[in-house]
Structure formats: structure tokens, C-alpha cells
């Protein structure tokens, strides 16, 4: 029992990073940033308290997000993350060395497969699987992904959008982009700049998408408002804007039809059988930007297909990565460290 205790399920974000133990459920989930003294090397933080560093940090201090669109980017900033959540997951029974399932976007070149194997090995893992986030995500919204049925999945996440068609345990058709999560803050930003001549931080951003961010016409998402202080760009002073609901709508609405046409072309890619079971069975969708208001209105209206949210969106990678642990014909055919 305790061996099985000691398998981690990781949903390795490019914004959040989720641990799921095998018997304990999701135990860490956190900012997927580390920070760090440039003159030194040494860890300052990681997660949390990293993140409220992000642009406010002295110039020997740099707070980093070590992930880009769902995979490596700073191989040594990752692999201090991952070593430190895994040992953080594994706090109270460190005695046995891990089985991990990492879950990785579709279409994962073998150079960035191979850093996340090792970064898994050497952070301290007995072993490394590699699982397709969709799968997972199928998985973690209790999907029968091994059965004869057209099952399809849509994972927006912080840097990767990925819809899939499982059926009998394996992805049949996939698409992959990285437009999501990050793309919509940086619309935001955008927008801002080009109407108000006011320059707002990323976190800014983050923080108007969450409150206020929509992509669906709706009277009561028209009325949200935010307040946001940026720079002004003319004056370099601070300038205090009320932001609506409607006009983020606008900002990001080119962002939120790129992943609307990811879903069709998977949908178009999906053998006629499969698209019957999916017309009657519906999609679900995970991940953060699945929170977006409005998000599974207008994948609906666009593929006349009824969309839903996943029960607990944000967990589905790392729940689904470490159930796949008890599926030994799917586990058979993830990558894996030799």
C-alpha cells in the first residue's frame, strides 16, 4: 500500500503545476514560477510566493516561469521546480522513490519528451511516464476512454489548447495549438495599450480575465466592470481605467475563435461513426481557460455540438495522470524512461 501511496500524477503547466497522490487526491497546486538570485543560483521561492514577485523583483532577482506553451523552456529552472514538488508531495512517506506520470501536450517533439524524462528522472522519480494531456484530462473527467465510443476532450490550458477524440484507450485524432490562457492576457494587454495608450503588467491582465473576462454576448457579462492602474504612455504617470465586460469580450474574441477552430478541426478529422457518438454524447472541457464565461455558449453555437465543463476543470491532467497508473493496457504504450 505504501508503494502505491508513492505514485504522483503531474500536470506540469505552463501557468500552474498540480501533484496528485495515488489515495490522497490533488495535493499541491501552484504557480508554475520559481525565483531565483542570478548572482548565487539559489532558490528564493517557488509557486505562490513566487509568482507576487512576478515584475517586482531588484535586478539580481529573477522570478521565472521555467515552462513555455506546456513544455521546457529553462531546463535547470524546471527541473529545480520539479524536484521541489515532488519532494513537497512527498514529505510524508519519502521512503519510496515515486512512479510519476507527467502529462504533456499532443505533439511533444522527442527533444522536449526526452527533457521532461529526464527532468523526472533526476528530480527523483523510480520511474517516468509521459501521458498526452487530453488523455488525462479524459481520464480525470471519469470518461470511459476503453470503450467502443467516440469520447472528445478539449484542454485549455495556460500555453497549449488540445481537443482529441479517444476511443478503445488511444487518441484517434488530435489537434494541438498554443493559443490559450497566456494568448488572452496578452490580448488584454494589447488592447489596452491600442485604445488607452496605458500600459498594464501581465498579472494585471490575468487578474481582468478572471473577473471580468468573457467571450459569449450576454447582457450580464456586458455589464462587468474591473478597475486597473497602468502607465500612461504619454505621460509615464499612473493612470486608473474602468475596464467592461464587453469590450474585454471584443479583446480577446479573435483569441477565443482560434480554439473554437481547433475543436472543428478535430471535429472534421473524426471518423463519421465516432462523430455520431460525440453529437449525442456531447464534449467536455477542462483546464483554466474551460472557466473563461461564456466559453462552452460559444463552442456549442459554433460546432452544434452540446458542450459541458468537466466537474473540477482545473485537476483533470494531474487526477487523470495518476489514474492511468491502474490502466495497464494505456500505460503500456505512454513514453518511458529506460
Do not use: H, W
Not at 524546471?78 to 512512479?99: C, D, G, H, V, W
Not at 456549442?300 to 458542450?307: L, Q
Request: charged share 25%.
Amino acid at each position: 500500500m505504501m508503494f502505491g501511496r508513492s505514485d504522483l500524477g503531474i500536470d506540469l503547466g505552463t501557468a500552474n503545476t498540480l501533484v496528485y497522490v495515488r489515495g490522497k487526491g490533488i495535493v499541491i497546486n501552484e504557480p508554475s514560477v520559481i525565483s531565483i538570485n542570478v548572482e548565487t543560483n539559489e532558490i528564493i521561492k517557488v509557486g505562490v510566493e513566487a509568482k507576487k514577485m512576478l515584475g517586482k523583483t531588484p535586478s539580481y532577482i529573477q522570478a521565472i516561469r521555467p515552462l513555455k506553451d506546456g513544455v521546457i523552456a529553462d531546463y535547470d529552472v524546471a527541473l529545480a521546480m520539479l524536484t521541489y514538488f515532488i519532494n513537497k508531495a512527498q514529505e510524508k512517506f519519502s521512503f519510496f522513490r515515486p512512479r510519476v506520470v507527467i502529462g504533456v501536450p499532443v505533439g511533444v517533439t522527442e527533444v522536449e519528451s526526452r527533457a521532461l524524462l529526464t527532468a523526472g528522472k533526476e528530480a527523483g522519480a523510480k520511474k517516468v511516464f509521459l501521458i498526452e494531456e487530453p488523455m488525462a484530462t479524459a481520464l480525470g473527467a471519469g470518461l470511459p476512454v476503453e470503450e467502443p465510443q467516440g469520447n472528445m476532450v478539449i484542454d485549455i490550458g495556460g500555453g497549449t489548447t488540445e481537443a482529441a477524440v479517444i476511443s478503445l484507450g488511444s487518441i484517434v485524432t488530435s489537434t494541438s495549438t498554443r493559443i490559450a490562457g497566456d494568448e488572452f492576457d496578452e490580448a488584454i494587454i494589447q488592447y489596452v495599450r491600442e485604445i488607452y495608450r496605458v500600459s498594464i503588467g501581465v498579472r494585471t491582465a490575468e487578474r481582468v480575465k478572471i473577473e471580468i473576462g468573457n467571450v459569449y454576448p450576454l447582457k450580464e457579462f456586458d455589464e462587468l466592470q474591473t478597475e486597473v492602474v497602468g502607465i500612461e504612455l504619454s505621460s509615464g504617470l499612473p493612470k486608473r481605467l474602468i475596464l467592461t465586460g464587453g469590450e474585454i469580450r471584443e479583446a480577446i474574441r479573435p483569441t477565443a475563435m482560434q480554439i473554437v477552430e481547433t475543436a472543428k478541426v478535430t471535429l472534421e478529422n473524426t471518423p463519421p461513426e465516432l462523430v455520431a457518438d460525440i453529437t449525442e454524447r456531447g464534449i467536455v472541457v477542462a483546464g483554466g481557460g474551460s472557466l473563461l464565461r461564456g466559453i462552452t455558449d460559444l463552442l456549442s453555437k459554433e460546432t452544434g455540438i452540446k458542450v459541458y465543463q468537466a466537474e473540477d476543470p482545473m485537476t483533470c491532467v494531474a487526477k487523470g495522470a495518476g489514474m492511468v497508473l491502474d490502466k495497464i493496457d494505456i500505460l503500456a504504450r505512454l513514453k518511458t524512461a529506460e
